[in-house]
T-cell receptor, first 116, second 111 residues
Framework: GAGVSQSPSNKVTEKGKDVELRCDPISGHTALYWYRQSLGQGLEFLIYFQGNSAPDKSGLPSDRFSAERTGGSVSTLTIQRTQQEDSAVYLC??????????????FGAGSRLTVL | TQLLEQSPQFLSIQEGENLTVYCNSSSVFSSLQWYRQEPGEGPVLLVTVVTGGEVKKLKRLTFQFGDARKDSSLHITAAQPGDTGLYLCAGGTSGTYKYIFGTGTRLKVLA
């Protein structure tokens, strides 16, 4: 697509439930990133993919968080047994990896997660 | 752990004033990017600097990468209400393509 698409844009869930957040990157972008942003602050790195592999998943806060990417395209971030501290905006970005815009991260609008 | 600290955290100024935002780290980065984010949207890239001491200008915005590639600054001349937003620096490390973002500076320019 023309831009990075994230869904849902808003998700309200109850503590203890599982949630899935989806990211559809720009077609042809080889790298995909997940970040978390709390209260309009800076971005906290979670994980990034090069193709379908995740060279660095060091930012995942706990084993309740997991992510996968299939077909070098769509990625899903799953949070199991959600806690209130998981409430945040989850941002996805993709990067082409080649050419003049090789290192430009293009972000989606984010998925706002609220855990009650 | 690589950290990027930005200062100030918040800044509210009158239209026409000048300002500087700082981005500091104890780590060396191969590149430093600046993004601006508006409410309800993702960050949008403003500039990338890759050489120690490099200065880039984008209209009224001037970006500088420190000589040791550990820090950067963003200077805005004659700020306008349209400059309002959250400014984020991001450091890149060669070979890993992992980008670490700063703590953010929220700028409000009053008309």
């Amino acid at each position: 697509g023309a831009g990075v698409s994230q869904s849902p844009s808003n998700k309200v869930t109850e503590k203890g439930k599982d949630v899935e957040l989806r990211c559809d990157p720009i077609s042809g972008h080889t790298a995909l990133y997940w970040y978390r942003q709390s209260l309009g602050q800076g971005l906290e790195f979670l994980i990034y993919f090069q193709g379908n592999s995740a060279p660095d998943k060091s930012g995942l806060p706990s084993d309740r968080f997991s992510a996968e990417r299939t077909g070098g395209s769509v990625s899903t971030l799953t949070i199991q047994r959600t806690q209130q501290e998981d409430s945040a905006v989850y941002l996805c970005a993709s990067r082409h990896g080649q050419g003049i815009s090789a290192n430009v991260l293009t972000f989606g609008a984010g998925s706002r997660l609220t855990v009650l | 752990t690589q950290l990027l600290e930005q200062s100030p955290q918040f800044l509210s100024i009158q239209e026409g004033e000048n300002l500087t935002v700082y981005c500091n780290s104890s780590s060396v980065f191969s590149s430093l990017q600046w993004y601006r984010q508006e409410p309800g949207e993702g960050p949008v890239l403003l500039v990338t600097v890759v050489t120690g001491g490099e200065v880039k200008k984008l209209k009224r915005l001037t970006f500088q990468f420190g000589d040791a590639r550990k820090d950067s600054s963003l200077h805005i001349t004659a700020a306008q209400p349209g400059d309002t937003g959250l400014y984020l620096c991001a450091g890149g490390t060669s070979g890993t393509y992992k980008y670490i973002f700063g703590t953010g500076t929220r700028l409000k320019v009053l008309a």
